[in-house]
Structures are given as C-alpha cells and as structure tokens.
C-alpha cells in the first residue's frame, strides 16, 4: 500500500535561518507531488507542484522553493526564514482517482 | 480560476445528531471532482469523501452523505448519528481532473468549518 513521510513533525526556527522539509511516497511510481502551506486558522494554500524528477512549478512567490532529487522525494527549502513563514506544511500526491491523500505534515515555528 | 466558499466557520451539535456542512464553489469547468476532508486535532488530513461533478447520484460513505446541485454549485456535507470522533475541521475541496490538466492546480479549498460533538 502506499504511504507518505514527512519530517521533521516539529520544528522551531529562528528568523534567518535555513529550512529543509522533506517528504517520501513509499509503494508508487512517478507521483504527482505537492506542496501545501496553511496558515493558523486557514485553508490550505498550494505552494509548489511536480510530476516529475526534476520538475517543479511555484503557485505563490515566496522566498521557498521546492526540489525533486528523487522520484519519490519532494523537499521544501527556503535560504532565509520569515516570521510570515510558520505555518504548518504538508506533502500530497494524487492518486489514479484524483484523490490526493496527505502525509501527517510539519508544523513549523519560527521565531 | 476557482473558488470555494465554507460559510460556516464553526458548528456544534448534540452527540447522535444530524449535522450539514454548506460548501458553495465557483468554476467555468463542467467537468471536476469536489471533496470534503476532514482534519482532526491531528492536523492529519483524511478524505472523507469524493464526488465527481459528472454523476449526477449523490456520493456516500456510511454515516457521510452529499447533496451536490450542479446548476447552483453547492456541494453540503450530512453525517448522520454524528460521533465524538467526528470533532474535527471540515474542508470542502475542488479539482479539475488530472487528464484536464487540472493536476497543476492541485485542490483548492474552502476556509473550513469547525465541528464540534457535545456529548
């Protein structure tokens, strides 16, 4: 069956500091990925999409970006921390029936 | 573009109640899916259930049902005999399908309600 990783499930940074979230699909191929944010309160918003190694498109310009090294790892980075930048974050990829299911997310503070 | 609309920021009910959420959405497309995604204290979020926007049979799964009017763009969530467990925040979700393209625009969601089961 397949599953998704995320991690770390907590983290607390400083302002200015780097970030590296990643994600892993276990018991599938060539997934569609993504990138979720959602702020206290709010829906979530789509921050980076890919269907591919290699393959990444921005919704929303930020100072983030996103990397796919591997076919089944998704990583969300981001050279200088905002405080706008806490949120909690989660990784989906979409199913044949066009259900995207959701790994357990990281909930990121930065202070 | 699309969008959705939760008008309901929070709901409480009884335990063993009947409970509707209001999803309302905004699309040229004649072809999408709508889902409800329920998110816990969690924060994991699960699907609780899907409708394709060309079936005109309303979707249901156990206690979760759906009224899906196409001509007016609401898609409502019902839980019957509602539960403890089903305390949690409610998202009403959006997509064209991937062989649309719609997989570059992922899912598009409402603001959600958040229900809450007294016991």
């Known amino acids: 069956s397949q599953t998704i990783h995320q991690w770390p499930a907590t983290l607390v940074q400083p302002v200015g500091s780097p970030l590296s979230l990643e994600c892993t699909v276990e018991?599938?191929?060539?997934?569609?990925l993504y990138w979720y944010r959602q702020a206290a309160g709010r829906g979530l918003q789509l921050l980076f999409y890919s269907v591919g190694i290699g393959q990444i498109s921005s919704e929303v310009p930020q100072n983030l970006s996103a990397s796919r090294p591997q076919d089944r790892q998704f990583i969300l980075s981001s050279k200088k921390l905002l405080l706008s930048d806490s949120g909690f974050y989660l990784c989906?990829?979409?199913?044949?029936?066009?259900?995207?299911?959701f790994g357990p997310g990281t909930r990121l503070t930065v202070l | 573009a699309q969008t959705v609309t939760q008008s309901q920021p929070e709901m409480s009910v009884q335990e063993a109640e009947t409970v509707t959420l209001s999803c309302t959405y905004d699309t040229s497309e004649n072809n999408y899916y709508l889902f409800w995604y329920k998110q816990p204290p969690s924060r994991q979020m699960i699907l609780v259930i899907r409708q394709e926007a060309y079936k005109q049979q309303n979707a249901t799964e156990n206690r979760f049902s759906v009224n899906f009017q196409k001509a007016a763009k609401s898609f409502s969530l019902k839980i019957s005999d509602s539960q403890l467990g089903d305390t949690a925040m409610y998202f009403c979700a959006f997509m064209i399908p991937l062989v649309r393209g719609g997989g570059a625009d992922g899912l598009t969601f409402g603001k959600g309600t958040h229900l809450i089961i007294q016991p």
């Open positions: 989906a990829w979409i199913y044949d029936g066009n259900e995207q299911f």
């Open positions: 018991g599938t191929s060539n997934p569609n």
